[in-house]
């Protein structure tokens, strides 16, 4: 069984920072791609940020310059770091892993529990 646990999230008020970590635990061979995604009430999930194996990262337009996505690959865990927040942050936020459980078996997508992030004043 693969888990992916996420941990950070809060209230905080505008300009505020939070840093949001997702450990990945259980049978696991290797991981590809991490990342996060958030859905805000009554909007669709969004994209917010990648991280390749090798370290390559993207972000969406609307968080470039303010969100810094990383990953320990010795601990399986990744890390959201988010300044400069505003109230259009405010949102679930849901890591997300492509890994093999197993040498053989196929790439499959994990996602955590998701964790609410609230900016507000």
């Known amino acids: 069984q693969v888990q992916l646990v996420e941990s950070g999230g809060g209230l905080v008020q505008p300009g505020g920072s939070l840093r949001l970590s997702c450990a990945a635990s259980?049978?696991?061979?290797?991981?590809?791609?991490m990342g996060w995604y958030r859905q805000a009430p009554g909007k669709e999930r969004e994209l917010v940020a990648t991280i390749t194996s090798g370290g390559s990262t993207n972000y969406a337009d609307s968080v470039k310059g303010r969100f810094t996505i990383s990953r320990d690959n010795a601990k399986n865990t990744e890390y959201l770091q988010m300044n400069s927040l505003r109230p259009e942050d405010t949102a679930v936020y849901y890591c997300?892993?492509?890994?093999?459980?197993?040498?053989?078996?196929?790439?499959?997508?994990?996602w955590g529990q998701g964790t609410q992030v609230t900016v507000s004043s």
């Open positions: 997300y892993a492509n890994l093999r459980a197993t040498l053989y078996g196929p790439p499959d997508v994990y």
């Open positions: 259980g049978s696991i061979f290797s991981i590809n791609n």
